[in-house]
Nanobody, 124 residues
Framework: QVQPVESGGGLVQTGDSLRLSCTAA????????MGWFRQAPGKEREFVAA????????HYADSVKGRCTISRDNAKNTVYLQMARLITEDTAVYYC?????????????????WGQGTQVTVSS
């Protein structure tokens, strides 16, 4: 198993940039595909981005494509979500998730391990 722990959230202004980090303690981090999800108040948890084992393949939700970049450093057991040109609609709790294997999942049910979440609040 891996134990994802997110960090880097906070209160920012529209147009700002923010980098979220997720450190997943456990053996063989490089054998887990990783994803970022977010959940705003009153809404269901939604897919944001996912990254393959090697980090060479990524996938993004249409709502963030062009504004977010997911990356990973397997040597540090860490996955990142670089967010730019933030808008108020980005306000949510952001969750890091992991699943063993090569699949790049876009649904919550595809992932087995979840972090506690980190709050991102974007004010106008």
């Amino acid at each position: 198993q891996v134990q994802p722990v997110e960090s880097g959230g906070g209160l920012v202004q529209t147009g700002d940039s923010l980098r979220l980090s997720c450190t997943a303690a456990g053996r063989m981090f490089s054998t887990y595909s990783m994803g970022w999800f977010r959940q705003a108040p009153g809404k269901e948890r939604e897919f944001v981005a996912a990254i393959s084992l090697s980090g060479r393949t990524t996938h993004y939700a249409d709502s963030v494509k062009g504004r977010c970049t997911i990356s990973r450093d397997n040597a540090k057991n860490t996955v990142y979500l670089q967010m730019a040109r933030l808008i108020t609609e980005d306000t949510a709790v952001y969750y890091c998730a992991a699943v063993r294997g090569d699949a790049i999942g876009v649904r919550t049910v595809e992932y087995d391990y979840w972090g506690q979440g980190t709050q991102v609040t974007v004010s106008s």
